[in-house]
């Protein structure tokens, strides 16, 4: 799926990846880097176990509690002259999947130029039948799987977490779960969630930070593709729905944890900017265009040059702020990726707007 239009694009130099989870380099999760990006003033450049101090009584934190299972299955019995991968993405309504054909590389795999449908066979005498492609693009294909077991427990079994190659080692599938994750189901790390640990959350919640949670599952990413978020299942409380609309009623201000929640949250806020429950498969793509309605500031990492979530960043927060957060991002060595440093947007300062 195509976008209409790429987000920020700038000159990210090499070696601002992050290579390994912050624990493995004897530090905390809470250690990483954190820029936090007011539009009032210049960026201030603290860690992430500060977050509390940012944020105040009376605003809400959504959260994503989806968990991180192990999608990437390895391929058998499929003509290739190299080893594949086959990740899965998204369930579909009627018992379909979203699934995409990698091939591994390093740490990581790397698309698969020639794709073409037919049946996989997969490890423990489960197979898949690659039906036709998703959308304008050539990666995602519509797929029936045939498993021998119900999918948690087959995953567990033979699947390994999708890596891409920048990661810098096969990490186990803890390394891609959140603190406060509990609901499997996700290809891939909801990763603005990562730093948060026990002792930050405990520390918002005494502040009187209330904490409301939601569901998205995540599909694959485009690594490689500029191209926007396909179908994914979200699941919004009518418990999350009523907490977002008092905060905004009250003057607090909602704060997303990461562009799944941003996506979510949008998808059930109406014109007005009230929140409904709801749940389903969502489509939406947010740009600077469309705008927020839901939400006042949020919690993300740093994204590749012109990648789809960068439109999302700038209908929240605007380019000019956007462009000059990345810009001292650069500058001041912040990492990239689900293991790197952190980024709070609070595009108007530390005054809620309340509701529009």
Do not use: C
Not at 85 to 96: D, V
Not at 170 to 180: F, T
Not at 192 to 211: E, Q
Not at 334 to 356: A, C, K, Q
């Amino acid at each position: 799926m195509a976008v209409a239009s790429l987000g920020l694009d700038y000159e990210l130099p090499d070696g601002l990846e992050a290579h390994a989870p912050p624990e493995t380099l004897g530090m905390r999760r809470d250690a990483v880097r954190l820029m936090v990006s007011t539009g009032v003033d210049d960026h201030l450049h603290t860690t992430f176990f500060e977050v509390p101090h940012h944020l105040h009584a009376g605003d809400v934190l959504v959260i994503n509690t989806s968990a991180t299972v192990a999608a990437a299955l390895p391929v058998r019995g499929r003509v290739s002259v190299e080893p594949q991968l086959l990740h899965l993405s998204t369930p579909l309504p009627g018992g379909l999947w979203l699934t995409e054909l990698r091939r591994p590389e390093g740490f990581g795999t790397r698309m698969v130029d020639d794709p073409s449908a037919g049946s996989v066979t997969l490890p423990g005498g489960a197979s898949a039948d690659l039906l036709a492609l998703f959308g304008e693009g050539r990666r995602l294909w519509f797929t029936a799987l045939h498993l021998p077991e119900p999918l948690l427990p087959y995953l567990a079994r033979y699947g390994r977490p999708i890596r891409y190659a920048y990661a810098g080692g096969a990490w186990p599938l803890s390394a891609y779960q959140n603190v406060y994750a509990s609901e499997p189901g996700s290809a891939e790390l909801a990763s603005a969630g990562r730093p948060f640990t026990a002792d930050v959350l405990t520390r918002l919640v005494a502040k009187g930070v209330r904490i409301a949670p939601l569901v998205l599952h995540t599909g694959v990413s485009s690594a490689e593709a500029h191209e926007a978020p396909a179908p994914e299942r979200f699941v919004v409380p009518l418990s999350t729905a009523r907490l977002v609309n008092e905060t905004r009623t009250e003057g607090g201000r909602v704060i997303a944890v990461g562009t799944t929640v941003v996506r979510a949250l949008e998808t059930v806020t109406d014109e007005t900017g009230m929140t409904h429950p709801g749940d389903g498969w969502t489509e939406l793509v947010l740009s600077p265009e469309r705008g927020v309605r839901a939400i006042d500031g949020m919690v993300t990492g740093w994204h590749p040059p012109q990648a789809s979530h960068l439109l999302l960043l700038e209908a929240l927060a605007g380019r000019p702020l956007l462009e000059r957060a990345y810009a001292g991002a650069v500058s001041a060595g912040y990492r990239w990726h689900e293991f790197g440093d952190s980024h709070l947007l609070l595009p108007n300062g530390l005054v809620s707007r309340g509701r529009r």
